[in-house]
């Protein structure tokens, strides 16, 4: 049981320290942004796990730095890299999340109209 919770912690902080740099941080604001309620948090997390590794994977295609190929969507660790920036975009979008709807509260935009 204890590594199970082990690996769960370790892909938590890998997800979060991916997520961690301007690329990712600007997407996740901007998701937030959109964001209108918490129903909307696993849909929009995945939306922009895929706008991160779209910009990732064809940013050096646009430079002329490689040529146009898809990701590899048939290596494992592919897809374990998505799970992984997956969990990063939940944390970091809720969080932020979280704070919008404390800012809009304590604003009165939570407020509700009679």
Known sequence: MQAYLDQAVQILREGFAQINDP????????ATIFLRSWGQWIPVSLLTVAIYIAI??????LAGQQELALPPIMDPAFWTRVGVLFVGFLIVIGIFFFVKRL????????????
Not at 23 to 30: E, S, V
Not at 103 to 114: D, F, L, R
């Open 56 to 61: 990732e994977h064809f940013a050096p295609v």
């Open 23 to 30: 690329k990712g941080l600007i997407l996740a604001l901007a």
């Open 103 to 114: 800012i809009t509260s304590a604003m009165g935009g939570g407020a509700k109209k009679k």
